[in-house]
């Protein structure tokens, strides 16, 4: 069975940066891309990116390209989002997604406050 | 980018009855089209992909159709448990993009 764990709820204050995993299991993720999206609240979702773990590769949605940075360790099989430069508006869940899209992970509120 | 007008966005209906759910592409997609369904608090599901194909452990009431650049979910008989937001998504260039979302609710 295929499943995707994500880390746990983030308090981040402005201007700091936080680091949100998302663990397959049942899945090499080297066979796969990995997207994230993120849902703020009361909105629909909004594709972030995604990365090819084989090799690196990356693609972003231009709102994102300076915020998100996307990466991944197959050894782990564990895809990564670091989120920089946190804002009020970045306040929002935030889901990993294996693409595309038949698997998602259970998402993780980032919450951005002083 | 390609642009997902999802219409309508808030659907009443009663238990039993067929409603439909359309998405209109701004450029063509082809067939690189999903429909999920949203529950609150949970993760999106995946319903519908490749416009017409039911994902796998989705009731057979569900069933999705194109027309041109027009696409339809459409559930017959309508249960409590689709009382939902659903939402579809084009994945045929990046970036992707998702339509604004439609919230099925009982009349």
């Known amino acids: 069975e295929v499943q995707l764990q994500q880390s746990g709820a983030e308090l981040g204050k402005p201007g700091t940066s936080v680091k949100l995993s998302c663990k397959v299991s049942?899945?090499?993720?080297?066979?796969?891309?990995m997207h994230w999206v993120n849902q703020r609240p009361g909105k629909s979702l909004e594709w972030i990116g995604r990365i090819d773990p084989a090799n690196g590769n990356t693609i972003y949605a231009e709102k994102f390209k300076s915020k998100a940075t996307l990466t991944a360790d197959t050894s782990s099989n564990t895809a990564y989002m670091q989120l920089s430069q946190l804002k009020s508006d970045d306040t929002a869940i935030y889901f990993c997604?294996?693409?595309?899209?038949?698997?998602w992970g259970q998402g993780v509120m980032v919450t951005v406050s002083s | 980018d390609i642009q997902m007008t999802q219409s309508p966005s808030s659907l009443p209906a009663s238990l039993g009855d067929r409603v439909t759910i359309t998405c209109r592409a701004s450029q063509d997609i082809g067939n690189y089209l999903r429909w999920f369904q949203q529950k609150p608090g949970k993760s999106p599901r995946l319903m519908i992909y490749g416009a017409t194909n039911l994902a796998a452990g989705v009731p057979s009431r569900f069933s999705g159709s194109r027309s041109g650049s027009d696409y339809s979910l459409t559930i017959n008989s309508l249960e409590s448990e689709d009382m939902a937001i659903y939402y579809c998504l084009q994945h045929n260039e990046y970036p992707y993009t998702f339509g604004a979302g439609t919230k099925l609710e009982l009349k």
């Open positions: 997604a294996m693409g595309p899209f038949d698997y």
């Open positions: 049942g899945y090499n993720i080297r066979n796969t891309y």
